[in-house]
């Protein structure tokens, strides 16, 4: 897989290459500000970008900006975010998309979660940092679609926003595939998803939850 790392602290990223090249992807471009990312990216068109949120010329969220121009230029190239603390303002609109990541820099050191997550991203799939999903599952607003949901059926929701395949989820929660697909079967019903193909539907419903639990 050829990525380009944006991460404007030289020690993470200088790691995070270190990390990848052993697991046998090439790093195209290491670069520490937003406006160089676009650059590399022209220059590379590489399957992955990952992007730190927090980076030069601002400071603030120049980083998830630049991943809403680079899905916008480069729609089939994965993105995956990297962030030290929470912020969901630019999910919804990118995970809707797919190819799209949003992980906390912790989940850098579990190295096997954190390969498996960009595969999924780079073959057009989602991850979300378990963090991030638990953070807004102990959310509580009024008129919630989420509140006809059982525990088991939100614990099957908040794997499915995560990325994770029917059999992952299994794995995670002991349960039968049938269990799973019965489950999401439910969770599809509940929140009044329209009938369509299999991936869009999860889309929606991560869609739902998170929009739901923001």
Do not use: C
Not at 12 to 41: M, N, P, Q, S, Y
Not at 62 to 68: E, S
Not at 121 to 131: F, K, Q, W
């Amino acid at each position: 897989m050829r990525i380009v790392i944006a991460e404007d602290s030289a020690l993470f990223r200088e790691g995070l290459a270190r990390l990848l090249t052993d697991a046998g992807h090439e790093i195209v471009a290491k670069i520490g500000d937003a406006v160089a990312l676009i650059t590399a990216v022209e220059a590379h068109e590489p399957d992955l970008a990952i992007v730190d949120i927090r980076m030069p010329p601002d400071h603030t969220d120049d980083g998830a900006r630049a991943a809403r121009t680079l899905r916008q230029r480069w729609p089939s190239m994965g993105v995956l975010l990297l962030s030290q603390q929470i912020e969901t303002r630019h999910s919804l609109e990118l995970v809707a998309q797919g190819g799209f990541g949003y992980l906390l820099k912790d989940r850098v050191f579990d190295v096997d979660d954190f390969l498996d997550a960009l595969r999924r991203v780079a073959s057009g799939g989602s991850a979300l940092d378990p963090e991030v999903v638990t953070r807004l599952l102990n959310a509580n607003q009024r008129d919630n679609p989420l509140a006809t949901l059982t525990a088991r059926e939100r614990e099957v929701l908040a794997l499915m926003a995560e990325g994770r395949t029917n059999v992952g989820i299994a794995r995670r929660l002991w349960l039968t595939d049938r269990t799973v697909e019965t489950h999401i079967g439910s969770i599809m019903s509940k929140l009044g998803l329209p009938t369509t193909d299999e991936d869009h539907r999860r889309v929606l419903a991560t869609l739902t939850y998170l929009r739901a639990s923001a």
